[in-house]
């Protein structure tokens, strides 16, 4: 017979360890699209965003991810300073972009696809 004092089992594990974390693919664009922004060389290109994509895919700072059962890819849309190698940017910003994925949301990135739209000249600093 049980006795409707007694506390349930599930009252016995730590808060802490109930329940589900979920990171939208909004969250993780963010993130990635804040990473990005510290790189030197590359900026965001704002392009057109499909409002019929699916739910998984958000664009933003032109960054999109796809995240699903806890990885994510993401493709960045960027423009480049003239003058600098594209191709060493270009990993600077993925393993910058991966690794403020994972710690920020501990969501493992598969795949930082990079596409360049255009190169421009930066100003000189004054």
């Keep these: 017979m049980t006795n409707p004092h007694t506390p349930s089992t599930t009252s016995r594990v730590p808060a802490g360890s109930r329940g589900r974390t979920t990171v939208t693919p909004a969250v993780v664009a963010t993130v990635a699209g804040l990473a990005a922004a510290e790189v030197s060389g590359m900026r965001a ?9 699916d739910r998984s895919a958000r664009s933003r700072r032109g960054v999109t991810a796809r995240v699903h059962h806890g990885h994510t890819s993401l493709r960045l849309d960027v423009v480049a300073d003239y003058g600098l190698p594209i191709a060493e940017v270009a990993a600077d910003l993925r393993r910058a972009v991966g690794a403020a994925v994972r710690a920020h949301t501990g969501i493992t990135v598969d795949a930082v696809d990079i596409a360049v739209h255009d190169v421009v000249e930066t100003s000189a600093a004054s």
């Design 45 to 53: 290109h704002p392009t057109r965003t499909n409002r019929r994509r």
